[in-house]
């Protein structure tokens, strides 16, 4: 018996070295994995930036297609549910879209045209109205222009040639045929995303390996959609409605086509912070073009101010509720950064993507995220259990 006990004990000293090498072995194993998924991570954030700016012929449409096909979901599943087929569901929807969209920019690019034809003639009754705050301006630089020179005694003169702009015309010209194919890459991407989302989504579900992370990847999928196309929903028809009372207070104190300003900041409202100070300067522009009294040219921007300032502090607070709500921050920064990658365009899309964003970290997990896209926790690799003999 004793020696059967001392073997036992070797046995299981054995064992417990076995499973200590094994779990260090692991741990190297994780530690090395980490690495390379961080640093691998911290690569792709750096670089993807710079792809996504020099690609953006190819990005920009397709990720504006994704974010309209993904707000035009429940509108999909409306028709779905009356028994449209999908093909045509997804047709009567981005007809739907463009019927909306283009009543949009007929309302602003054709007055427009007239405004930017008038222009010239305008310039002079702008620059009287303006004639106070030029005088002032004119002062200043005398003086800066008066002291630089008492302290530089030699100035060196440069000639800068400046090339000559080209034209309205030559730009849409020589732009009018990307736009297109850009739109016509664009469309197809919606049709096809919606006219497949529903064997898409049943598939991507049931392709996963484990009932657990079908539900998770279930509940990820409709809450992205849910949060998508209630915010843009919400927000079109707050713009829309901003929009309509800025014409209706424009059109009282007589500026010109106020349907076209209420597009504008209809638009320009679903950038966040800088749409309506745009808004704001090109009202301002506009009354100053139009009317003789540079007091009166202040009404326009005011109206615009007063509204706005209505709707960004108590309705849309009241209407998109707590669930939508971002930190003021996260959305400067990713203005700024979809800005500077796509331009205007990236800026109106900033506010959906970090929408879609911050629903899925919100429903994957922040601290595993590979392990929600490959089904089982890639950094974070069980410890084998222990092993007890028997007996």
């Given at each position: 018996?004793?020696?059967?006990?001392?073997?036992?004990?070797?046995?299981?000293?054995?064992?417990?070295?076995?499973?200590?090498?094994?779990?260090?072995?692991?741990?190297?194993?994780?530690?090395?994995?980490?690495?390379?998924?961080?640093?691998?991570?911290?690569?792709?954030?750096?670089?993807?930036?710079?792809?996504?700016?020099?690609?953006?012929?190819?990005?920009?449409?397709?990720?504006?297609?994704?974010?309209?096909?993904?707000?035009?979901?429940?509108?999909?599943?409306?028709?779905?549910?009356?028994?449209?087929?999908?093909?045509?569901?997804?047709?009567?929807?981005?007809?739907?879209?463009?019927?909306?969209?283009?009543?949009?920019?007929?309302?602003?690019?054709?007055?427009?045209?007239?405004?930017?034809?008038?222009?010239?003639?305008?310039?002079?009754?702008?620059?009287?109205?303006?004639?106070?705050?030029?005088?002032?301006?004119?002062?200043?630089?005398?003086?800066?222009?008066?002291?630089?020179?008492?302290?530089?005694?030699?100035?060196?003169?440069?000639?800068?040639?400046?090339?000559?702009?080209?034209?309205?015309?030559?730009?849409?010209?020589?732009?009018?045929?990307?736009?297109?194919?850009?739109?016509?890459?664009?469309?197809?991407?919606?049709?096809?995303?919606?006219?497949?989302?529903?064997?898409?989504?049943?598939?991507?579900?049931?392709?996963?390996?484990?009932?657990?992370?079908?539900?998770?990847?279930?509940?990820?999928?409709?809450?992205?959609?849910?949060?998508?196309?209630?915010?843009?929903?919400?927000?079109?028809?707050?713009?829309?409605?901003?929009?309509?009372?800025?014409?209706?207070?424009?059109w009282i104190i007589g500026l010109p086509t106020p349907l076209m300003w209420g597009g504008i900041v209809a638009l320009f409202n679903y950038m966040p912070y800088l749409g309506p100070i745009m808004?704001?300067?090109?009202?301002?522009?506009?009354?100053?073009?139009?009317?003789?009294?540079?007091?009166?040219?202040?009404?326009?921007?005011?109206?615009?101010?007063?509204?706005?300032?209505?709707?960004?502090?108590?309705?849309?607070?009241?209407?998109?509720?707590?669930?939508?709500?971002?930190?003021?921050?996260?959305?400067?920064?990713?203005?700024?950064?979809?800005?500077?990658?796509?331009?205007?365009?990236?800026?109106?899309?900033?506010?959906?993507?970090?929408?879609?964003?911050?629903?899925?970290?919100?429903?994957?997990?922040?601290?595993?995220?590979?392990?929600?896209?490959?089904?089982?926790?890639?950094?974070?690799?069980?410890?084998?259990?222990?092993?007890?003999?028997?007996?």
């Amino acid at each position: 018996m004793g020696e059967l006990g001392s073997i036992t004990g070797r046995v299981e000293t054995a064992l417990r070295e076995g499973l200590a090498a094994r779990g260090a072995e692991a741990l190297r194993r994780d530690r090395l994995l980490a690495a390379i998924a961080l640093f691998s991570g911290l690569g792709f954030l750096i670089a993807a930036p710079f792809a996504l700016r020099a690609a953006a012929g190819f990005f920009l449409p397709l990720t504006a297609a994704l974010v309209v096909a993904i707000a035009l979901v429940p509108m999909l599943e409306w028709f779905e549910r009356r028994g449209v087929p999908p093909p045509a569901a997804a047709f009567l929807c981005i007809a739907a879209f463009f019927v909306v969209a283009n009543a949009a920019v007929v309302s602003i690019v054709v007055p427009a045209s007239g405004w930017f034809a008038v222009l010239p003639e305008r310039v002079v009754r702008i620059r009287h109205n303006l004639t106070p705050l030029i005088e002032l301006y004119s002062s200043l630089d005398r003086f800066i222009s008066d002291t630089s020179s008492t302290f530089m005694r030699h100035a060196q003169a440069k000639t800068v040639t400046l090339s000559t702009p080209n034209s309205l015309l030559d730009i849409v010209a020589t732009s009018a045929p990307v736009a297109i194919i850009q739109l016509f890459f664009a469309t197809l991407v919606v049709y096809f995303f919606l006219s497949g989302w529903t064997r898409m989504r049943r598939q991507t579900i049931t392709s996963r390996g484990s009932f657990s992370s079908a539900m998770t990847l279930a509940r990820v999928i409709q809450q992205v959609v849910d949060a998508t196309s209630a915010y843009l929903a919400t927000i079109t028809v707050i713009n829309i409605t901003l929009g309509m009372l800025v014409a209706f207070g424009l059109w009282i104190i007589g500026l010109p086509t106020p349907l076209m300003w209420g597009g504008i900041v209809a638009l320009f409202n679903y950038m966040p912070y800088l749409g309506p100070i745009m808004a704001a300067v090109l009202l301002a522009l506009g009354a100053l073009m139009s009317f003789r009294d540079a007091w009166y040219a202040a009404f326009p921007p005011l109206i615009f101010i007063v509204c706005h300032l209505i709707e960004a502090n108590v309705v849309t607070p009241s209407l998109v509720g707590r669930r939508l709500t971002i930190n003021p921050l996260l959305i400067l920064v990713a203005l700024s950064f979809w800005s500077w990658v796509w331009g205007a365009a990236g800026a109106l899309l900033a506010v959906p993507l970090l929408i879609i964003c911050k629903t899925v970290l919100a429903a994957a997990g922040k601290p595993d995220i590979a392990g929600f896209l490959f089904e089982e926790g890639t950094l974070t690799n069980p410890q084998p259990e222990p092993i007890v003999p028997e007996g």
